[in-house]
């Protein structure tokens, strides 16, 4: 990978998989490097399922990125630093639709070998191929408080993406 970075299996990440998710979270895109869309989540997970590492995230159907995971195959998780905290404060608040999220945040977008796009600032990049979609079904809930994260009615896409290859800022 390019701009100082090193490919490790997953399974050596040394990041606890609930403080990388749900603290410091992640910016997920999906697009090639000529029109993308990326989002910032604190849901998911990191795990094996199907014998395969995979990554699970979850965008609600609102969401700009939504049709962008819809339309390619492979998407990227990245990782930042804490000193990036108000990019993804920005990522996670503003739609794509509305403002220019590149030339707000002033990221560097790179094209990884695999087409995908990724960031030179994340410390951590996991691209995914997508092998499994499934929206989430409030009648499935065994928890009725979970209905309480959708005041709108407006239930995330569950995707799932095995890992086909993982970075680390070297």
Known sequence: MKNGFKEVKPELIKDNAFKL???DWMLVTA??????NMMTASWGALGVLWNKNVCFCFIRPGRHTYKFMEDNDYFTICVFDEKYRDILNFCGSKSGRD????????????????????FSEARLVIECKKIYFQDINPKQFLDPKIDGNYPNKDYHRMYIGEIVKCSVKA
């Open 21 to 23: 998710i749900g603290k």
């Open 31 to 36: 697009g090639k490097i000529d029109k993308f």
């Open 99 to 118: 403002v220019n999220k590149m030339t707000a945040t002033k990221l560097t977008a790179v094209k990884s070998g695999l087409g995908n796009v990724y």
